[in-house]
């Protein structure tokens, strides 16, 4: 899945770096380091409202038409699929973001031991 621009930034980022490193061919550290650097592209622009939406269509394998889910599937982080039917998801490169995000999220319920200013307040 993807997009086929990503396959060809990850192949040529993948080709720099063995060039850097006097390959003479591509590796799979290459590649992983490629993908890192290209995720992390993805990264610096998504924030918490992004991961809560990216989430939500993740589960649902549809988007609305917020401004944010718009702004998502402009920037190709949320991708359309029209093999039969018309579906979207999450760009498999920013899928192991979006983990990483849910892993972060505190779990409902539990309590984090730390006191807010208003219980500081009352205390």
Known sequence: GGVTRDLM??????????LTRGGDRILGPDVDQSLAE????????????H??????????KAAGSSHVELDLIHALAIL??????QWVDVHP???PLLDAWIRRQP????????????????S
């Open 9 to 18: 930034r990850v192949l040529r980022a993948a080709s720099i770096i063995a």
């Open 51 to 60: 991961f809560a939406i990216l989430q939500k269509v993740a589960g649902r």
């Open 107 to 122: 779990k409902p319920g539990r309590k984090t031991g730390k006191k807010t200013r208003a219980r500081r307040a009352r």
């Open 80 to 85: 359309e699929y029209l093999n039969g039917e």
């Open 38 to 49: 290209i995720r992390n592209q993805y990264n610096r622009f998504l924030t918490d409202d």
């Open 93 to 95: 490169m920013v899928k």
